[in-house]
């Protein structure tokens, strides 16, 4: 079964709006999870690092004032896009893994359909 | 760096014919190597991991090989199936605990 949780799975919004998505790891504590963005036919972009408890690690040309994100437990991470505009439309997935277990593959989340109208 | 922007190849083979999915990875130092299959609308999902002191896995119907000299990752499907239609990932742990992603190859099964 899934071991992390990402909801929701589709949002529709109008321009302007804020959009919280939340990623949960189910059977273990993440102190770090990882956001990505997808565009179509495209790969992976990682976005940032969310850390439990400190400020997240933000990847070059990624705007932290525009996606937000908050990992306040062990076991929840959200990303908001603020004042989400139709360029920000796009797929995102989050993933994490347990530090408990060395050689471990992270486990990605289902994915956040978020379009902007 | 992570993989940004880049479009997807394909891979096209025949419903019961084996596939090789093949990926070059950039950092020599990469202890551990991970295999994700991405069917449309959905997150990644586990396929087969290999570590790198070994240079061949096996699991149900996919094998994972790894050749170290020339930086290189393979997976093989056999026998395959509608089902395996999907876009597949390699990811390598380099530095730290990060998974760097490739850019991804569809395979598209023809019946």
């Known amino acids: 079964g899934a071991v992390v949780s990402q909801h929701p799975s589709r949002v529709i919004c109008k321009s302007g709006t804020s959009v919280k998505i939340e990623c949960r790891s189910l059977d273990f504590q993440a102190t770090t999870m990882f956001w990505y963005r997808q565009f179509p036919k495209q790969s992976l972009m990682l976005m940032a690092t969310?850390?439990?408890?400190?400020?997240?690690?933000?990847e070059q040309g990624v705007e932290k004032d525009k996606f937000l994100i908050n990992h306040a437990s062990l076991t929840l991470s959200t990303l908001t896009v603020t004042s989400a505009h139709p360029e920000d439309s796009s797929f995102y997935i989050c993933?994490?893994?347990?530090?408990?277990?060395?050689?471990?593959?992270?486990?990605f989340g289902d994915g956040t359909r978020l379009s902007i109208l | 760096g992570e993989s940004v922007g880049l479009h997807l190849p394909t891979l096209s083979v025949q419903e019961g014919d084996n596939s090789i999915i093949n990926c070059a990875y950039s950092?020599?130092?990469?202890?551990?190597f991970i295999w994700y299959k991405q069917e449309s609308g959905k997150g990644p999902q586990f396929i087969i991991d290999?570590?790198?002191?070994?240079d061949k896995r096996q699991g149900q119907r996919v094998t994972v090989l790894l050749n170290k000299t020339v930086k290189h990752l393979s997976l093989q499907i056999a026998a395959t199936q509608p089902g395996d239609s999907a876009v597949y990932f390699c990811?390598?742990?380099?530095?730290?605990?990060?998974?760097?992603f490739g850019p991804g190859t569809r395979l598209s099964v023809l019946p």
């Open positions: 969310s850390n439990e408890g400190s400020k997240a690690t933000y």
């Open positions: 290999i570590r790198s002191n070994m």
């Open positions: 993933s994490a893994r347990d530090p408990m277990v060395w050689n471990q593959p992270q486990h």
């Open positions: 950092n020599s130092a990469s202890d551990y």
């Open positions: 990811a390598e742990r380099g530095y730290g605990q990060n998974f760097v």
